[in-house]
Structures are given as structure tokens and as C-alpha cells.
Antibody
């Protein structure tokens, strides 16, 4: 069974940093492209970043480029999002999401971790 | 960036009814790479449809997707109580990936 479990969310102050983690299991993690998608409270879904299976290609939304860094450790089946210079607009539930091989759609999502940026 | 506009914003219907949700793209979606997700409160989205019309594994056949280019629809025939949720369309044919703003399906 595919499982994606996010952790590391919490309350931080504006300007601070936070790293969130997604632990994957139930599939061959190293073979899949992965994404982070976020959802502000009461709002819709916003794609944040993606990384290919072999770290060969990384993409970011304009809203986070230069502040966030996506990375992965295939040996640990883990996906990371390092978030710097956080602001209130980054407050959201952050979902880890798997991309289906060769078809490119997101097929599995974790339950999300809440990041709250407030003074 | 491809902007996806979903309509209507909210729909109030009764179980047993049929519903059509619309998703319009600001430009053609490459390869019809358009997916639909269902999200219930406090839960992660669940994949319903990918490639505009392919049903995901385990999704009941009362859900169907259609469309191409810039106009896509999600049809649900004979609404069940568990179908009342928010539905999002998502294009993954262009960079960046984008989502529609969602359609909320509520019980009348």
C-alpha cells in the first residue's frame, strides 16, 4: 500500500525557516517523481515544487522560488522541503504527492502537515 | 501559466441526481493532461480522473470525465451521500502545474 507521511510542520515566526519531511513506503520511491502541493486554510490547492526521480530536474512555483528548496534522499525514501524567509502567506497544509510514472498525473497524496507562520 | 476556471463555485443537489462540473482552461491543455480530484474536509485529495477521461483505480463508474483542449467536464450520475465534497480540476500538461479553484458540491 502506498503511504506518504508528512512531518515537521508547526508554528514559526515570519522570517524563520522550517524543514518538512515526507516519508514514503509501499512503492519504489527512487523511481518516482515527487511534488509538494499546499493548501492555505479554506482555500484551494497550489502546486509548490517538484523533483524528478534521480534529482535531475527541479521546478518551483514563482511564489516560492529562491526561498524554498525541494530535495530527496532515495536511500531513505524521503522527500524534503526546506522553507526559508517564511511569511504569513506561506501558512498552509503542505501535501507530499507522488507523480504516476510515464502518465505524469499526481496519483497519491499524503495527509499533509500544517505550517503556520505567525508572530 | 494555464489558468483553470471551474464552474459553478457551489452546487446544491440531492442524492440520486446527476451533476456536471465544468473546468475551462485559459489555453489548450497539452495532451489533455487534465485530472479531477475529490477532497473531503480535513482529508487529502483523491484522484478520480486522469488524462481527461481515464478513471483511476477503484473509482466507481458513476464518475466520468470528458473534454479536450480547453473545455473539460466531470460527470457524476446518481449522486451518493459520500459524493458531497469539493472537486478540483488540475492540469499537468504545462508548467507550472495549476489547479482550478474548486467546485463545492453540497447536499440540498
Amino acid at each position: 500500500e502506498v503511504q506518504l507521511v508528512e512531518s515537521g510542520g508547526g508554528l514559526v515566526k515570519p522570517g524563520e525557516s522550517l524543514r518538512i519531511t515526507c516519508a514514503a513506503s509501499g512503492f519504489m520511491f527512487r523511481s518516482y517523481n515527487m511534488n509538494w502541493v499546499r493548501q492555505a486554510p479554506g482555500k484551494g490547492l497550489e502546486w509548490v515544487a517538484s523533483i524528478t526521480s534521480n534529482n535531475g530536474h527541479i521546478s518551483y512555483a514563482d511564489s516560492v522560488r529562491g526561498r524554498f528548496t525541494i530535495s530527496r534522499d532515495n536511500a531513505r525514501s524521503s522527500l524534503y522541503l526546506q522553507m526559508n524567509s517564511l511569511s504569513a502567506e506561506d501558512t498552509a497544509v503542505y501535501f507530499c504527492a507522488r507523480e504516476r510514472q510515464l502518465l505524469w498525473h499526481i496519483d497519491y497524496w499524503g495527509q499533509g502537515t500544517l505550517v503556520t507562520v505567525s508572530s | 501559466e494555464i489558468v483553470l476556471t471551474q464552474s459553478p463555485g457551489t452546487l446544491s443537489l440531492s442524492p440520486g441526481e446527476r451533476v456536471t462540473l465544468s473546468c475551462r482552461a485559459s489555453q489548450s491543455v497539452s495532451n489533455n493532461y487534465l485530472a479531477w480530484y475529490q477532497q473531503k474536509p480535513g482529508q487529502a485529495p483523491t484522484l478520480l480522473i486522469y488524462g481527461a477521461s481515464s478513471r483511476a483505480t477503484g473509482i466507481p463508474d458513476r464518475f466520468s470525465g470528458s473534454g479536450s483542449g480547453t473545455d473539460f467536464t466531470l460527470n457524476i450520475r446518481r449522486l451518493e451521500p459520500e459524493d458531497f465534497a469539493v472537486y478540483y480540476c488540475h492540469q499537468y500538461g504545462g508548467s507550472p502545474r495549476t489547479f482550478g479553484q474548486g467546485t463545492k458540491l453540497e447536499i440540498k
